[in-house]
């Protein structure tokens, strides 16, 4: 089974309005880290925001948040007021294991095209 | 601060040959990683390492190996190069801090790998 699932190949959102990234994940592992990259055309990966497990409150960075619903195994990221610069390629991923040793697993990926 | 740095940033391989991949790292980070990315996919974890001296394999560690004398660099090598290595590779990096930091794993830019 997959541990983290993307189940929109792409999403088409306007300037300004408001999208949402679904990811779901998959573990038996009571300490986990969610976290959500960005890959624009050029190819690097670019840190966008984290949710610990045991986190009480959902994670915010500037106009992204996470909307973390851990009895639904669900971590999606919200971008607010899109930009054209937010057109990209958005990997979900998890972090499990003992933390000297843990892994990130990632998902295929969304990519969010924003027309003007 | 450079970050996380990998040279070459493209190269075409013949079948059969061999060559190492080259990452760096100036922020003291005891945890490196690399992965690959397939056309259209999420990244796979080949190997890791949580310090000096000390590597483990990832989910597909087949026809690569690591080696870690310092802090600072992780090459990986390809001894026997095949058309399935044909991908994108990932260098990243993490430090041991505070929560949010301490899970977080920084890329590098990524070096393109075509074997004909």
């Known amino acids: 089974a997959q541990k983290i699932t993307q189940t929109q190949p792409g999403m088409f959102v306007q300037e300004k309005e408001a999208v949402t990234l679904d990811c779901t994940y998959d573990t038996s592992d009571p300490s986990y880290g969610l976290f959500w990259y960005k890959q624009p055309s050029s190819g690097e990966m670019i840190f966008l925001i984290y949710q610990g497990s045991y986190d009480q409150q959902n994670a915010t960075e500037g106009r992204y948040s996470l909307n973390f619903q851990k009895a639904r ?3 999606n990221l919200v971008i607010s007021a899109s930009q054209l610069g937010d057109s990209a390629m958005y990997f979900c991923a998890m972090r499990e294991g003992r933390k000297g040793y843990s892994t990130l697993t990632f998902g295929k990926g969304t990519m969010l095209l924003v027309s003007p | 601060n450079a970050g996380v740095t990998q040279t070459p940033k493209f190269r075409i391989l013949k079948i059969g040959q061999s060559m190492t991949l080259q990452c760096t790292q100036d922020m003291n980070h ?3 990683y690399w992965y690959r990315q397939d056309p259209g996919m999420g990244l796979k974890l ?3 390492s949580v310090g000096a001296g000390i590597t483990d394999k990832g989910e597909v560690p087949n026809g690569y190996n690591v080696s870690r004398s310092t802090t600072e660099d992780f090459p990986l090598r390809l001894e026997l190069a095949a058309p399935s290595q044909t991908s994108v590779y990932f260098c990243a990096s993490r430090g041991a801090g505070g ?3 301490g899970e977080t794993q920084y890329f590098g830019p990524g070096t393109r790998l075509l074997v004909l």
Do not use: D, G, W
């Open chain 2, 99 to 101: 929560r949010q930091l």
């Open chain 1, 73 to 75: 195994k669900s971590a």
């Open chain 2, 30 to 32: 005891n945890y490196m």
């Open chain 2, 46 to 48: 080949i190997y890791y």
